[in-house]
């Protein structure tokens, strides 16, 4: 499945200018870099993906219709899926964009991957 383009140019409208910001296709889906770490992607298994400190993910996952990412088979901290049905609305979406931002811009900066 291809990631939701008109979720993905929502997600970039919430974000605005940004200098710090990249967009990269990855997993499958479009990923939002600040300083080259991830803090939101249109996924490309519907909804987002949305990376935030791993020690909110018990906390999120309670409170919140988010569940946590599994990749490879693995449950992984700090990463939460969100799917499409809870973020229709541009209210629902900010909030999520808002927590992966804030938890990027809250990690020392990365140097990208050199490819070989």
Known sequence: MAY????ASRIRD???PDPEL???KMFGGLAFLIRNHMAISASGQGGVLV???PEQTSDLVAATSATTAVMRGHEMPGW????ADHVTTDDQLSGWVERGLEYARSLPPKRPRKRS
């Open 4 to 7: 939701d383009e008109v979720l």
């Open 14 to 16: 919430l974000i605005g």
């Open 22 to 24: 990249t967009e990269k």
């Open 51 to 53: 990376h935030v400190a």
């Open 80 to 83: 939460l899926r969100v799917s």
